[in-house]
Each structure stands twice: as structure tokens, then as C-alpha cells.
């Protein structure tokens, strides 16, 4: 092969290449490149991934099997036998010695209550209703776990950038003590002091790093990533605002994810009375059957009917019913004190969130301002020949109120998510 040949083989395979890596990285989406993830990827693909939801699923599947064949006829039997078969005598077991020996062979199905299957079906499909439900919530509860991993992952890396970004002041305190120290102006006690509070912060980072990898670990755990990989973008949502209201919280409580299967739990309770008071309906059955007999004796027919007798209904049907109904009753007062412990819950959680925005706010408009102010104007005097104790416990206060406000976040962003998922996706997008 020529030189030129060659050239242009090469390119060729080099220019394929490079079409197969474009078209792959336009197709995968931009978080799985960047690792940069927002809240919303991060609820949407715990919801695709949780193995839970598919349990779950397979669950409400299994159901709907189940109740397509709830109010199915029972299989037929077959019936096989001999009739009056000699067992004494000198004839015992002889097939041929009696005219009234036959062989039979017949089929016999039996014919349910018309009422029994009905309220069969129904327990059936409330039974599918209640699996629905269950993964409703579930997946409102993936939502709001994934919303909170992400929003603790999110506010640890705040925390650990607001302690980063204290080292050039602490680096700028170390230079000026020694700088004074070599002035003959400043003690040795000053210059460690300066350097104990730059090792200090070094912990302190060393600690927020931590914290940083740990809620990795939730998030990934969600997720099924590497948690090494994973960051959040630092733009999340206005943690300040709701995506729906709080009257519309407070009216919608049987919608959220506790409440959700208690309706169809009263449902299936109310179809477990049908079934008990459906027990007094008698049930009835038909076999055929033909005989066959020895020589030339004729060969028999048999048809015959059965049907139930449920005559003695006080101590059996009807205790089965008043258990039912008494279960419904439980089901009832169990669902309304439900309702009453999410309305408290969901209160508790508004009030929470509420102090927690106030919180914020104060910290943003004054107390962070301030303390950076103070520890800026210590440093600022102690470099023009004032003492380094006002600059350390002002820069120990500035540390622990950055820390403070990073965490504070981080409670309000989960004060928000328990609230902003609290309502199935097509009613309420966060």
C-alpha cells in the first residue's frame, strides 16, 4: 500500500471514530458527563432506578393477574369409579358377577353464587387500587428522599466552600505575625496563635470533606453512581417559595403519600363485608356420569344436581359478616386518625420551613455581613498594631456562623422538599 493510500486509510477510521464518539456524546445526557446534577435530574432518575418502584409494579401487575381470574368458574373434575362392586362371598371383587356392577366415568362442575363471584371481582380490583396506590406513595417518597440527599450533598459543599474560603484570611493573619514578629513588634505566642487558627480551620476542612463524601454516598445510593462523581450545581431551587400553597397542602391530605393507600384499604374492607354477607347465597353444582356394565347388561346414565343449604346462618355467616363489618369500622377510625396525624404533620413541617426562611433572611442581611465586617475590620487593626485576640474571636464567630448559615440551608432546602413532594407529579411539579 502507497504512502498516500495509507494517509487517507488512516483518516478514514480516524474520521469514523470520530463520528461514533460525537453521535455518543450528543445521546448521553449532560449531567452523566459533568456529573453536575440538578434537583429535578436528581428526583427523576431515583424514580426510574429504584428498585422499590419496581417491586412494586410487579406488584400492581400480579394483582391485575389475579383479578382477572377472580370471578372465574372453578375447573371442572372428572369423576371415575365403580359402583357396587361385590366385597363378600365367593363373587367379591368380581366385575362381571353382579348386574348392578359398573365402571362410571363423569364430569362434574360446580356453579358458585352469582353474588360470591361479583363481590370476589370486586375485593380483586380494589385489591389492584390499593397496589396503585402503594406506588403512588412509594414514589412520592423516593422523591422526597432522593430531593433530601441531594439537598444535603448540596448544602455540605456549601459549608465546605464557606470554610475555604476563610484560608487566605487566615494565611494573611499567619504572614502578618510573623512579619511583626520579625519587627521585633509582635510575640511568638501571637504567631503560633495565628498558625493554631490556620491549622485549626485546616480541620475543620478536613471535617467538612467528609461530610461532603458522605452525602455522596446517600445521593449515590439513590442514584447507583459512583459517589466520588457526583456534584451538585450550586443553582438549586428557591427553597423560599412552594410550588403549591398552604391552603392547598392542608386540603389535599388524602392525597399525599401516608393517606394515599387508606382509601382503598377501607374499600377492600367494605368488599370483604360483600364477600361474608355474600356467603348466605347458596352454591350448586351438576355432574353427568355414564356407567358401564358387564355382558349385555345396559350401560347407565346418571345425572344429578347439588346445591348448598346454608341454613344455620346465625353462627356461622352471620358472625363472618360482623367481623367484616368490625374490621371496616377499624379500617374508618384508623384512616380518620391518619388524616389527623398527617394535617398535624404537615403543619409542624409549614411552621418549621417558615422559621427557617426567617432564619435565613436575618442571617443574610445581618448576621453574616457583620461578622464578616468584624473579623476583616480585627485583622485590618491587629496588621496597624492592635492586638491578634479580637481578630481570633472574631474570625472563631465568623467560622461558626458560616457553618451555622451552611447547615441552616441545608434545613430549610429539607424543610422544602418535605413539603414540595407531598403531591403526585400531574397535580404538582416542583
Not at 426562611?357 to 487593626?381: H, M, N, V
Request: proline share 4%.
Amino acid at each position: 500500500m502507497s504512502a498516500s493510500l495509507l494517509l487517507r486509510h488512516v483518516r478514514s477510521r480516524l474520521f469514523s471514530t470520530e463520528l461514533v464518539l460525537s453521535v455518543f456524546l450528543a445521546a448521553a445526557p449532560c449531567w452523566a458527563l459533568t456529573h453536575d446534577l440538578r434537583l429535578e435530574d436528581a428526583v427523576h432518575l431515583a424514580v426510574e432506578r429504584a428498585p422499590a418502584i419496581t417491586a412494586l409494579q410487579s406488584q400492581v401487575e400480579a394483582a391485575r393477574e389475579e383479578a382477572g381470574r377472580a370471578s372465574a368458574l372453578p375447573d371442572p373434575k372428572m369423576i371415575f369409579g365403580i359402583d357396587n362392586l361385590p366385597v363378600t362371598g365367593s363373587n367379591a371383587f368380581n366385575t362381571g358377577a353382579d348386574f348392578m356392577t359398573m365402571k362410571r366415568i363423569g364430569l362434574m362442575q360446580e356453579f358458585p353464587a352469582r353474588a360470591k363471584r361479583k363481590a370476589r371481582q370486586a375485593l380483586a380490583d380494589r385489591t389492584v387500587e390499593q397496589a396503585e396506590a402503594l406506588t403512588v406513595a412509594d414514589q412520592l417518597q423516593v422523591q422526597r428522599d432522593a430531593a433530601t440527599a441531594w439537598v444535603a450533598l448540596w448544602a455540605a459543599e456549601r459549608e465546605l466552600a464557606a470554610l475555604q474560603d476563610l484560608r487566605k484570611q487566615s494565611a494573611l493573619a499567619v504572614r502578618l505575625a510573623k512579619a511583626r514578629l520579625a519587627g521585633g513588634a509582635g510575640t511568638a505566642v501571637d504567631a503560633m496563635a495565628a498558625q493554631a487558627a490556620a491549622l485549626e480551620l485546616e480541620n475543620r476542612i478536613e471535617t467538612a470533606t467528609a461530610d461532603v463524601e458522605d452525602t455522596q454516598a446517600t445521593l449515590g445510593r439513590w442514584l447507583g453512581e459512583a459517589p466520588a462523581e457526583l456534584r451538585t450545581k450550586d443553582s438549586p431551587p428557591d427553597f423560599s417559595r412552594l410550588p403549591v400553597n398552604e391552603a392547598t397542602l392542608l386540603a389535599s391530605i388524602d392525597r399525599q403519600p401516608s393517606l394515599l393507600p387508606w382509601r382503598s384499604r377501607e374499600d377492600i374492607a367494605a368488599a370483604q363485608v360483600d364477600v361474608a354477607s355474600a356467603e348466605k347465597h347458596p352454591d350448586w353444582s351438576i355432574s353427568a356420569s355414564y356407567g358401564q356394565r358387564e355382558r349385555s347388561r345396559s350401560d347407565m346414565l346418571a345425572v344429578q344436581f347439588a346445591v348448598g343449604l346454608p341454613l344455620f346462618t346465625r353462627n356461622r355467616q352471620d358472625r363472618g359478616i360482623a367481623a367484616r363489618r368490625a374490621d371496616l369500622d377499624a379500617a374508618i377510625a384508623s384512616h380518620e386518625d391518619a388524616r389527623h396525624m398527617q394535617t398535624e404533620q404537615v403543619r409542624r413541617s409549614l411552621a418549621e420551613w417558615a422559621g427557617f426562611k426567617r432564619q435565613i433572611a436575618r442571617d443574610d442581611a445581618q448576621l453574616l455581613p457583620l461578622a464578616r465586617d468584624r473579623a476583616r475590620t480585627a485583622l485590618a487593626s491587629y496588621g496597624a498594631g492592635s492586638e491578634l485576640q479580637p481578630w481570633l474571636d472574631a474570625r472563631r464567630d465568623e467560622l461558626d456562623i458560616r457553618v451555622t448559615h451552611a447547615r441552616r440551608l441545608g434545613d430549610l432546602g429539607r424543610a422544602w422538599a418535605a413539603l414540595a413532594y407531598l403531591l403526585p407529579n400531574e397535580e404538582i411539579r416542583p
